[in-house]
């Protein structure tokens, strides 16, 4: 499953940490977006839930767009890098 997951955190210590987790499953694109790559519905999950610890609901939120397999083949990218996306090791 390739999701990419953007944010908005008002908090820079809750946004930082924010950032360090969806680091340890996928590649940051953009300053608030990253691309992720799961290969098991569970450890999405699982990602999700520790997101929702981590934020605060009445100031933060956090998207998730699911790309099937056929849309991530049209992703184009302008500029330098390309689409990205790893297993994470962190929620296995």
Same mark, same amino acid.
């Given at each position: ?16 940490? !924010? ?8 590649? #940051?694109?953009?300053? &608030? %977006? ?27 939120? !956090? ?8 849309? #991530?083949?049209?992703? &184009? %990218? ?15």
């Amino acid at each position: 499953m390739f999701v990419l997951v953007a944010y908005d955190i008002s908090d820079t210590s809750r946004r930082n940490r !924010v950032a360090k987790i969806l680091s340890s499953c996928g590649e #940051r694109v953009n300053f &608030s %977006v990253f691309e992720c790559e799961f290969k098991k519905a569970e450890i999405f999950r699982k990602l999700k839930r520790e997101l929702k610890g981590a934020i605060r609901p009445k100031e933060d939120h !956090v998207r998730y767009y699911p790309i099937c397999r056929k849309c #991530r083949n049209k992703i &184009s %990218v302008q500029g330098y890098g390309g689409t990205t996306g790893h297993e994470t090791v962190r929620f296995a």
